[in-house]
């Protein structure tokens, strides 16, 4: 099966950690719902005040879906500066190198 990674990666002010955990988890059970989303990594940098996070999912249109919805979502929470990549993934070498496929 071809998988579509999809990466965000933007300015945030916190908070971190469990605190972040603790404040999101709605937003986390959002997610984990979503259409085609096979996992996601939250990602942090509190040092560069910056966070996001690395999605998995099973279909390039799932990925594309998500990625505008998430984009509306973060612009009107006041975030700027979104960086949102797409990727496929090579399936064949990410097995060999224990991805969670």
């Not at 002010?13 to 959002?30: F, H, I, K, T, V």
């Not at 799932?62 to 990727?87: D, P, Q």
Request: charged share 20%; hydrophobic share 45%; proline share 6%.
């Amino acid at each position: 099966m071809a998988h579509t990674l999809l990466q965000f990666d933007f300015p945030f002010p916190g908070p971190w950690g469990a605190e972040m955990a603790a404040g999101l988890g709605g937003l986390a059970q959002d997610i984990a719902a979503e259409p085609g989303l096979v996992w996601k990594i939250w990602t942090e940098n509190e040092a560069g005040g910056r966070a996001g996070g690395i999605y998995v999912f099973d279909n390039p249109s799932a990925a594309e879906a998500y990625r505008e919805k998430h984009s509306a979502r973060l612009a009107a929470f006041g975030v700027t500066g979104i960086v949102a990549r797409t990727f496929d993934v090579n399936t064949e070498l990410s097995g060999i190198t224990r991805a969670p496929l």
